[in-house]
Nanobody, 118 residues
Framework: QAQLVDSGGGSVQAGGSLRLSCTAS????????VTWFRQAPGKERERVAD???????TYADSVKGRFTISRDGSKNTAYLAISKLRPEDSATYYC????????????WGQGTQVTVSS
């Protein structure tokens, strides 16, 4: 059984929006740290947004003001709301679970593809 399932990607035009979901099983999303990453073909994986200890949310400079990370304990799901999309945001987006908030990721989602056309 998958520990972490990503969903919500799709194809949108520039300026559009999507909401990505990351649903956990076997552990409680509200008690761990979560990071969204993305990776485009031929490029290195990039950290996009984090839920850290004590409810601290952080973002990469490239997405500040456009992306919002959140979580819903009742659904055991973390979200990444992405708006004002640009073609350079096209990538496979992955969520990762850091169970101890130690910087080590125990579980990864399978990835969800976001494609932005100009």
């Amino acid at each position: 059984q998958a520990q972490l399932v990503d969903s919500g990607g799709g194809s949108v035009q520039a300026g559009g929006s999507l909401r990505l979901s990351c649903t956990a099983s076997e552990y409680t999303i509200g008690e761990i740290c979560v990071t969204w990453f993305r990776q485009a073909p031929g490029k290195e994986r990039e950290r996009v947004a984090d839920i850290k200890r004590f409810g601290l949310y952080t973002y990469a400079d490239s997405v500040k003001g456009r992306f919002t990370i959140s979580r819903d304990g009742s659904k055991n799901t973390a979200y990444l709301a992405i708006s004002k999309l640009r073609p350079e945001d096209s990538a496979t987006y992955y969520c990762a679970a850091d169970l101890l908030c130690s910087g080590t990721y125990s579980y990864w989602g399978q990835g969800t593809q976001v494609t932005v056309s100009s």
